[in-house]
């Protein structure tokens, strides 16, 4: 019996001395991407957002209104793939667009692209060059109940 009270004493003082969870604080920052290297990243997160969603012809994208560079190469390249986009917020009756939110940030010397829609999101890291952007990390899904 003693020696169950002290292992109950031991344990409850040792449950005690737990250091304090030390959590990787990463810090991501936005960026302002331009020119081929928005256009080169645009156009493959695009690609691969259209292989996830719906039917190009019967699939209607809504996207914030945004006047960056990235956001308007990334609107271009999901028409491109025969998506009606709407970025001025002005939705019909009848319609129900899938929404879409995207971000675009730097880590490490890459720049980590993400976009999302309220069933699956998606994020892949890009190493930027002269000309344009090439892939620098295999892209990342996930999907939502």
């Not at 031991?10 to 960026?31: F, N």
Request: proline share 4%.
């Amino acid at each position: 019996m003693k020696k169950t009270i002290a292992a109950l004493i031991v344990t409850s003082v040792l449950a005690g001395c737990q250091t304090a969870d030390e959590t990787l604080t990463t810090s991501s920052t936005p960026i302002a991407v331009t020119g081929a290297t928005a256009s080169a990243i645009a156009g493959d997160m695009a690609s691969r957002l259209a292989e996830q969603v719906g039917p190009a012809g019967t699939t209607i994208l809504k996207m914030e209104k945004d006047t960056s560079e990235y956001a308007a190469a990334l609107e271009a390249a999901l028409k491109g793939w025969g998506y009606t986009v709407i970025a001025d917020g002005k939705v019909g009756k009848v319609q129900k667009p899938v929404e879409i939110a995207w971000s675009v940030d730097s880590f490490d010397g890459q720049v980590l692209a993400r976009i999302s829609t309220p069933t699956i999101a998606l994020g892949r890291a890009y190493t930027a060059t002269s000309a344009g952007a090439t892939p620098a990390s295999p892209l990342s899904i996930m999907q939502r109940n």
